[in-house]
């Protein structure tokens, strides 16, 4: 009953360098979401997913990539970090793209761009 | 791109004190939720409100939407310790379906 799962949980890289954030979901949604949390701005949606191989940008998607081979999994990758990119990421999921419907979060990964 | 303002963004307060939070928009959401989020863990959703007007509640918590659609406010009585933690709404717009925008959110601090 592992849920949604982040990995890794807190991750420091250099100006530059590539890192993948991977995102992890039991339950077979197709909905897969990414969102950044900056103080002072919320969240603010990425990239999203409605099923495997199917993705598309959201309001912040510079600098980015993703990719969804597996339903369960959607991992994020910041192709060269910057430090704009510190951020604190979380990884959703939901069952449809429905106004009502709920997105499960993960725990979320803290990201440090030196 | 549509904007939620969310207010305050900080909120100390006693225990037993009420308190509401507002969210508000220029913009029309076809649903409005308010998510709970502690330390270390990612928002949990509280309540998912979509008719214009309507309330809902949950226990001491009041979630109402506003008639117009644009905006909402979650209100809390007798505010407990265990209240503690960011409270935030998100909307989603009409004909974005599912797609949410958050607001900034509002730390809310409970003393015993």
């Known amino acids: 009953d592992a849920g949604i799962t982040q990995s890794p949980r807190y991750k420091i890289t250099e100006t530059g360098r590539q890192v993948t954030l991977m995102c992890h979901q039991t339950?077979?949604?197709?909905?897969m979401f990414w969102y950044r949390q900056d103080l002072g701005h919320g969240l603010r949606l990425i990239y999203y997913?409605?099923?495997?191989?199917?993705?598309d940008k959201g309001e912040v998607p510079d600098g980015y990539v993703v990719s969804r081979s597996k339903t369960e999994n959607f991992p994020l990758t910041l192709e060269s970090a910057t430090r704009s990119q510190t951020s604190v990421y979380f990884c959703?999921?939901?069952?449809?793209?429905?106004?009502?419907?709920?997105?499960?979060f993960g725990p979320g990964t803290r990201l440090t761009v030196l | 791109t549509q904007l939620l303002e969310q207010s305050p963004q900080f909120l100390s307060i006693q225990e037993g004190e009420n308190l509401t939070v507002y969210c508000n928009s220029s913009?029309?959401?076809?649903?409005l939720q308010w998510y709970r989020q502690e330390p270390g863990e990612g928002p949990v959703l509280l309540v998912t409100?979509?008719?214009?007007?309507e309330v809902k509640k949950l226990k001491r918590l009041t979630f109402q939407f506003g008639d117009a659609r644009k905006d909402s406010s979650l209100h809390i009585t007798a505010a407990q310790p265990g209240d503690t933690g960011l409270y935030l709404c998100?909307?989603?717009?009409?004909?974005?379906?599912?797609?949410?925008?958050f607001g900034q959110g509002t730390i809310l601090t409970v003393h015993p």
């Open positions: 998100a909307g989603a717009g009409v004909g974005s379906y599912g797609k949410l925008t």
């Open positions: 913009s029309v959401f076809s649903s």
């Open positions: 997913s409605a099923a495997a191989d199917i993705t």
């Open positions: 959703a999921s939901s069952v449809a793209l429905d106004r009502s419907d709920t997105q499960y």
């Open positions: 409100v979509v008719t214009g007007g």
């Open positions: 339950w077979s949604h197709s909905y």
